[in-house]
């Protein structure tokens, strides 16, 4: 059993699967009537160094629907790591809650969190991974295609923080995963070494490409997220001089497999990463994927906090 949720890799393919499959299960409790309040007098810091409305919405509702509450901490509060050390911060919350959220810069502040709380910690999204969202992203591919093994997906656009961990969890579930970048954007080497191998082990492919169009042949699914990053403002220039050939648009979409479906974390900035077509469009899933973010964190929540 694991302490916490910090990132993919951590945790093996049964285990994601026993997520995956909680996640379902509790996504149908809740349409058919509601949760079991089994976080009943449980309640979860949510640490937020970057604003966010999906992360903040989709956790505080989680913890309500399953009986618990949550409370909001903002970076005024907090100072992550410069009003108040990260260590003396961890010790002081696990006297207070039962679990801590955290969505950071750094992803050096998530490991020191978790080092220094007796209590669960999760990633809600660092400069190096998001767990959560790749959770979201499995759970919405599985929910359409019924498996993950053998589903082809595309990841267009940065090698950032949520490329690896579609990376991370494609490989884990040995779904194929194919990413087109352009030169200097790429994924952190070690990252790509450590799936790599677990690549090895599942079965899946993993394909590291620069040209768009190769990468979406034969695609399940395609994926995409903002060309500028919180924190990477002072690049956004250069990123839209670069970034355009990499735009899923409708001519995109037509070159992988018919029943292709897009997928995109959000925020989008519509008619840059993708057109207003095709998100708005019959193969888009990006607000099911959206909504998919609480079901999924509700398993996270439950395997941690106590559910079972």
């Given at each position: 059993?694991?302490?916490d949720f910090?990132?993919?890799?951590?945790?093996?393919q049964d285990e994601?699967?026993?997520?995956l499959?909680?996640?379902v299960?509790?996504?149908?409790?809740?349409?058919?009537?509601g949760?079991?309040p089994v976080l009943?007098g449980k309640?979860l810091?949510?640490?937020f160094?970057k604003?966010?409305l999906?992360?903040?919405?989709?956790?505080?509702m989680?913890?309500?629907?399953?009986?618990g509450?949550?409370?909001?901490l903002?970076p005024?509060e907090?100072g992550?790591?410069?009003?108040?050390s990260v260590?003396?911060i961890?010790?002081?919350?696990?006297g207070?809650v039962h679990g801590i959220?955290a969505?950071v810069?750094?992803?050096q502040?998530?490991?020191?969190l978790?080092?220094?709380?007796n209590i669960?910690?999760?990633?809600?999204l660092?400069?190096f991974s998001h767990?959560?969202?790749?959770l979201?992203d499995?759970l919405?591919?599985?929910?359409?295609?019924g498996k993950?093994k053998?589903v082809n997906?595309?990841?267009v656009g940065?090698?950032?923080n949520?490329?690896?961990s579609?990376?991370?969890?494609?490989?884990?579930?040995?779904?194929?995963f194919?990413?087109a970048?352009p030169?200097?954007f790429?994924?952190?080497?070690?990252?790509?070494?450590t799936?790599?191998e677990i690549?090895?082990?599942?079965?899946s492919?993993?394909?590291?490409?620069?040209?768009?169009?190769?990468?979406?042949?034969?695609a399940?699914v395609?994926?995409?997220?903002?060309?500028?990053?919180?924190?990477?403002e002072?690049?956004?220039?250069e990123r839209?001089?670069?970034?355009?050939p990499?735009q899923?648009?409708?001519?995109?979409v037509?070159?992988a497999n018919?029943?292709v479906?897009?997928?995109?974390c959000?925020?989008?900035?519509r008619?840059?990463e993708?057109t207003?077509?095709?998100a708005?469009?019959p193969?888009?899933r990006i607000?099911?994927?959206?909504?998919?973010r609480?079901?999924?964190q509700k398993a996270?929540?439950?395997?941690?906090?106590?559910?079972?």
């Amino acid at each position: 059993m694991h302490k916490d949720f910090l990132d993919i890799i951590d945790y093996s393919q049964d285990e994601l699967q026993e997520l995956l499959d909680l996640a379902v299960r509790l996504k149908r409790e809740y349409q058919e009537g509601g949760n079991e309040p089994v976080l009943k007098g449980k309640v979860l810091a949510m640490i937020f160094q970057k604003p966010s409305l999906r992360t903040r919405v989709s956790f505080d509702m989680a913890m309500r629907h399953l009986g618990g509450d949550a409370l909001y901490l903002s970076p005024n509060e907090i100072g992550l790591g410069k009003r108040e050390s990260v260590a003396d911060i961890a010790r002081v919350l696990a006297g207070y809650v039962h679990g801590i959220m955290a969505r950071v810069f750094e992803h050096q502040h998530v490991l020191e969190l978790a080092h220094w709380a007796n209590i669960p910690v999760i990633n809600g999204l660092s400069d190096f991974s998001h767990p959560c969202q790749a959770l979201a992203d499995a759970l919405t591919i599985y929910e359409t295609f019924g498996k993950l093994k053998g589903v082809n997906v595309t990841y267009v656009g940065d090698g950032n923080n949520v490329a690896v961990s579609l990376m991370q969890i494609s490989a884990k579930m040995g779904a194929n995963f194919s990413i087109a970048n352009p030169e200097n954007f790429d994924m952190p080497g070690a990252a790509v070494e450590t799936a790599l191998e677990i690549a090895r082990g599942s079965g899946s492919r993993l394909s590291f490409l620069r040209d768009p169009h190769e990468a979406v042949r034969f695609a399940d699914v395609i994926y995409t997220d903002t060309w500028t990053s919180m924190g990477q403002e002072e690049e956004a220039a250069e990123r839209e001089r670069v970034f355009p050939p990499y735009q899923v648009n409708d001519q995109l979409v037509s070159e992988a497999n018919p029943d292709v479906i897009v997928l995109h974390c959000l925020p989008a900035h519509r008619n840059h990463e993708l057109t207003d077509s095709v998100a708005d469009g019959p193969h888009s899933r990006i607000f099911p994927q959206a909504h998919n973010r609480l079901h999924a964190q509700k398993a996270i929540l439950y395997s941690l906090l106590g559910g079972e």
